[in-house]
């Protein structure tokens, strides 16, 4: 049973423009949302993060979106670049015995176009 | 400031061999959890091990085990590999402090292939 679904699946962007990735979640009891970022033959790399006591989070170029009340959260990456392309991932973890154990989606494949 | 290590970085098997893989955390850290992340896929929870003791486990058979070292490296051990366990195994590692979440950084994984 997957605890974090994420769509789409892949997406082809135009560069300068906006990437939009979106992700659900049904149990209440996740309390952080992380984004990663992986390369090919790297392992995922922290990108942004966010806590649902706040509804946006920026880093840069870097956006995410939370609404609480529906059970999503969405990653925007603004004047995407060839650079950006890569396979991004949405988790969540929640307070418990086992500390910060990660439920991935199952990714979503970037591919910027020059 | 050094990161977080694994070895080898590929690997092949044949079904029913047995494998170790291998972890060195980032330094300062005492946590560390191992994902399998198969084809196409987003990793999936293994075990986590703090204080050298296993602190949760996802949904793997009792042949997935570890173990975690005073100096908090870590060993994934496999045992009768089956075909399905072909997939990268990741370990990330973090610093845990009570009462707070601290950000899990990833190795680069081991590619283990079984034929």
């Known amino acids: 049973q997957q605890q974090v679904k994420q769509s789409p699946q892949s997406l082809i962007v135009q560069k300068g423009g906006i990437s939009i990735i979106n992700c659900a979640y049904e149990?209440?009891?996740?309390?952080?949302f992380p984004w990663y970022q992986q390369f090919p033959g790297k392992g995922p790399a922290l990108l942004i993060a966010i806590r649902p006591d706040v509804s946006e989070k920026k880093e840069g170029r870097f956006t995410i979106s939370f609404n609480k009340s529906a059970k999503q959260f969405s990653l925007h990456i603004m004047d995407s670049q060839p650079g950006d392309s890569a396979t991004y991932f949405c988790?969540?973890?929640?307070?418990?015995?086992?500390?910060?154990?990660?439920?991935f989606g199952r990714g979503t494949q970037l591919t910027v176009w020059p | 400031e050094t990161g977080v290590t694994q070895s080898p970085t590929h690997l092949i098997k044949t079904r029913g061999q047995q494998v170790t893989l291998r972890c060195s955390s980032q330094s300062g850290h005492n946590t560390v959890s191992w994902y399998q992340q198969a084809l196409g896929q987003g990793p999936q929870f293994i075990f986590q091990?703090?204080?050298?003791?296993?602190?949760g486990r996802g949904n793997f058979p009792p042949r997935f085990s570890g173990l975690q070292f005073p100096n908090y490296s870590s060993e994934l051990n496999v045992n009768a590999l089956e075909l399905d366990d072909s997939a990268l195994y990741l370990c990330?590692?973090?610093?845990?402090?009570?009462?707070?979440?601290?950000?899990?950084?990833f190795g680069p994984g081991t590619r283990l292939l079984v034929l």
């Open positions: 990330a590692s973090s610093s845990f402090k009570q009462g707070s979440r601290e950000t899990q950084y």
């Open positions: 091990y703090y204080r050298e003791e296993e602190n």
């Open positions: 149990n209440t009891a996740f309390d952080y």
């Open positions: 988790a969540a973890s929640k307070r418990g015995s086992t500390l910060g154990r990660l439920y």
